[in-house]
């Protein structure tokens, strides 16, 4: 790797830290807040709701709340006009700080990270579930007592319908990875079929010459 790649390279493995460090101290801050108020989950979803059915749903907002080109007052007129009688006046005041500072850029990760102390809060714990068909409820609830009872938490499943799994279901908790799908058996078995190939030609060509005629 040349010199000037290894620069940028750290450079934005000091930005990715910075920024991270940046959006845990608005996200603490919030986070002081709402634990604070009686209606604390209902703080923690809106902030989630703001990043997913408003910044997801509308990329040129997101995009000119995050631009340096719109200035900051500019900003703060646009947050109190479209969301000044949606937004509970706790997380339109705290956008109105982090966008004073321009730092709404920052938002996503602050959400994820307001989340995340919410449920190490209450015991909770994300689970993302992969599988090839909608999970009736009784299967979820049951998939829900066995990881409760694996994981000592209560887990919160986010689940995905993924038909290319064709059958199974693959489990992320953290960066830990259970992957029962049938899709996951088929490629070992081939990847078994293939090692065993290769191990024939290197140990026994002759054989492997045999068993190809």
């Given at each position: 790797?040349?010199?000037?790649?290894?620069?940028?390279?750290?450079?934005?493995?000091?930005?990715?830290?910075?920024?991270d460090?940046?959006?845990?101290?608005?996200?603490?801050?919030?986070?002081?807040?709402?634990?604070?108020?009686?209606?604390?989950?209902?703080?923690?979803?809106?902030?989630?709701?703001?990043?997913?059915?408003?910044?997801?749903k509308?990329?040129?907002?997101?995009?000119?709340?995050?631009?340096?080109?719109?200035?900051?007052?500019q900003?703060?007129?646009?947050?109190?006009?479209?969301?000044?009688?949606?937004?509970?006046?706790?997380?339109?005041?705290?956008?109105?700080?982090?966008?004073?500072?321009?730092?709404?850029?920052?938002?996503?990760?602050?959400?994820?990270?307001?989340?995340?102390?919410?449920?190490?809060?209450?015991?909770?714990?994300?689970?993302?579930?992969?599988?090839?068909?909608?999970?009736?409820?009784?299967?979820r609830?049951?998939?829900?007592?066995?990881?409760?009872?694996?994981?000592g938490?209560?887990?919160?499943?986010?689940?995905?319908?993924?038909?290319?799994?064709?059958?199974?279901?693959?489990?992320?908790?953290?960066?830990?990875?259970?992957?029962?799908?049938?899709?996951?058996?088929?490629?070992?078995?081939?990847?078994?079929?293939?090692?065993?190939?290769?191990?024939?030609?290197?140990?026994?060509?002759?054989?492997?010459?045999?068993?190809?005629?």
């Amino acid at each position: 790797m040349s010199n000037t790649a290894t620069e940028n390279a750290k450079q934005e493995t000091v930005l990715d830290v910075t920024g991270d460090e940046v959006a845990r101290g608005y996200a603490v801050a919030y986070w002081n807040v709402a634990a604070k108020s009686a209606s604390v989950g209902e703080m923690v979803d809106e902030l989630s709701s703001f990043v997913t059915e408003v910044l997801d749903k509308f990329p040129k907002l997101d995009e000119s709340l995050r631009s340096a080109i719109v200035r900051k007052e500019q900003k703060g007129e646009m947050l109190n006009r479209i969301f000044g009688q949606r937004l509970a006046p706790q997380l339109l005041a705290f956008l109105q700080v982090m966008s004073r500072h321009g730092r709404l850029g920052l938002v996503r990760s602050a959400a994820r990270i307001v989340r995340k102390l919410y449920a190490d809060e209450q015991g909770l714990l994300d689970v993302d579930v992969q599988v090839a068909s909608p999970l009736a409820e009784s299967l979820r609830n049951e998939i829900r007592a066995k990881l409760r009872t694996a994981l000592g938490k209560e887990p919160v499943l986010k689940v995905k319908v993924d038909p290319s799994l064709i059958a199974g279901m693959v489990i992320r908790v953290g960066d830990r990875v259970y992957d029962s799908s049938v899709n996951n058996q088929f490629n070992l078995a081939r990847k078994a079929m293939i090692e065993r190939a290769v191990n024939l030609i290197e140990t026994q060509p002759e054989k492997f010459l045999q068993a190809a005629s």
